[in-house]
């Protein structure tokens, strides 16, 4: 595929999206007939920075609370502590700061099946996220047929429902709804996963190009690490719900500093990643319980490397060279002594 983004000009010091110690806690029934209550944190303490322009990629296993994070900025779902700031504006601070924000942050969901309103026309599915705003009708029309049309939909579609559509025509109307608003930030959420092989190309391509021609800023959720390594200038590796290891993506994929993020990587090479996907990787063990979650670091009980200080202490996200960051006690070590494919927990 060729690499559109290399058109892109990214301002490197322009957070558009700044994420602070975000928590996303649940409360569950626990004990004889569930008649207890605990609050078990599905994400917790989360920090981040996505750059003006660029794509930050979120990568881990099923169950690592990536979605709930895209669904915690987007406020569907919204935080329970934690900082949000958008263009150097707080939008969240342990509450929403507005009711609504006005499109500013949009998301495109995994299947297009079950987030487009099948009694809804492409018309009004486009619209949608504009019925708050101030427009008539001519200018919700030229709004909707110049969404439609950046991502190859002419109006002949106008008048179509979801069900009338191929899968990747429907992903299509749902980028386009996303665009309509003019966001700041798209949030993907495995955007091309529940497509055939072929149109998922397709798909990633267009968000590459909308991604150049509008200036737009992605944080996309992926278990494929071909699709991070494609899309993303920088990569946050998730691990029961934290950020275990961020960096530029060429930085992680070929110096990866976590154990968790080389038992990825060795696991399946790089040089075939468009062959393989994280769910089909053989790591050691389960993931933690999120109701009783180990103590110390909770990779400890699968990781190659662990040592009492693991089992004792988590540890923090620490920056080490080139903008790339680590929670490991031994990230340096691990940087020179590879962990190997068949490596078991000590």
């Known amino acids: ?21 975000l928590t996303k806690s649940v409360e569950v029934k626990t004990g004889a007939g569930f008649r207890g209550k605990k609050q078990i944190s599905i994400v917790e303490n989360v920090s981040l920075q996505v750059r003006r322009g660029e794509t930050l990629a979120i990568v881990g296993e099923s169950g690592s609370g990536k979605t709930t994070l895209l669904r915690a900025l987007s406020m569907i779902s919204p ?32 299947d297009p099946d079950t987030s487009l309103n099948p009694t809804m026309d492409v018309k009004g599915i486009v619209a949608e996220p504009l019925r708050h705003s101030h427009y008539d009708g001519n200018s919700l029309e030229e709004i909707v047929k110049s ?39 798209v949030l993907l959420d495995e955007p091309t996963s529940a497509l055939d092989a072929a149109v998922q190309a397709q798909v990633l391509n267009l968000l590459l190009d909308l991604q150049a021609r509008l200036q737009l800023t992605y ?56 062959k393989r996907n994280l769910l089909q990787m053989d790591i050691v063990g389960e993931p933690p319980s999120v109701v009783n979650p180990p103590k110390g670091c909770s990779f400890h009980p699968r990781c190659p490397y662990v040592k009492d200080v693991c089992r004792a202490n988590a540890p923090p996200l620490v920056g080490y060279f080139n903008d790339h960051y680590a929670a490991c006690h031994f990230a340096l070590e691990i940087r020179d002594n590879k962990i190997p494919i068949a490596g078991k927990a000590s």
């Open 219 to 274: 944080l996309l959720v992926t278990h494929n690490i071909s699709v991070a390594r494609y899309m993303a200038d920088r990569i946050a590796v998730f691990y029961a719900g934290s950020v275990r290891e961020m960096g530029p993506s060429e930085s992680i994929l070929m110096e990866p500093l976590h154990p968790y993020t080389s038992t990825l990587i060795s696991a399946f090479p790089i040089l075939d990643a468009h």
């Open 79 to 110: 935080p329970t502590s934690g900082k949000i700031s958008l263009n150097g504006e707080l939008i969240y601070d342990g509450k929403p700061l507005m009711k609504r924000l006005g499109g500013r942050i949009q998301m495109v969901f995994q």
């Open 1 to 21: 595929m060729p690499d559109v983004r290399s058109s892109i000009e990214i301002d490197k010091n322009t957070p558009v999206l700044k994420v602070e110690n």
């Open 147 to 185: 969404s439609l049309k950046n991502v190859g939909l002419g109006e002949q579609f106008f008048e179509k429902h979801p069900a009338q559509l191929s899968g990747g025509q429907k992903q299509r109307v749902s980028i386009a709804r996303a665009l309509s608003s003019s966001p700041s930030v």
